[in-house]
């Protein structure tokens, strides 16, 4: 019953932070939780199935949102002072977005990944 709650809470603070309080981290934690009770429920997979799929989510929402901060130095007018965040108007709300979405996941996969260690620090079986 908690699970759908939770699905719902982590979206809605994630598309609500482009106008309001919250964004990637919260979204992220609340998506992460989510996680944990489906891992504690037996509802996710062990953790060497989960692996695999971990760390690339992990990796892409950090290298994103590296890129996107050297993308508006690199698109920009070099005498503007505010040239790190100045994207065309036209897809920079799409941008942000997308941008805030690989870093939720790579958030919530994040904190997830912390969990799995610390369920099982020396990796024994």
């Known amino acids: 019953l908690c699970a759908p709650v939770l699905l719902l809470a982590g979206l809605w603070l994630l598309f609500a932070g482009s106008s309001d309080s919250g964004g990637a981290f919260q979204s992220g934690a609340v998506l992460c939780s989510l996680l944990i009770l489906l891992r504690t429920a ?24 590296i890129l996107a901060g050297l993308v508006g130095p690199l698109l920009a007018d070099p005498l503007l002072s505010e040239a790190w965040l100045s994207w065309q108007p036209q897809w920079a709300t ?32």
């Open 42 to 65: 037996h509802a996710l997979p062990s953790r060497e199935r989960t692996e695999p799929w971990i760390r690339p989510l992990l990796i892409g929402g950090v290298v994103v949102f």
């Open 94 to 125: 799409a941008a942000v977005l997308s941008v805030e979405i690989l870093l939720t996941i790579g958030i919530a996969v994040g904190l997830f990944l912390m969990y799995l260690t610390l369920e099982n620090p020396e990796g024994v079986q």
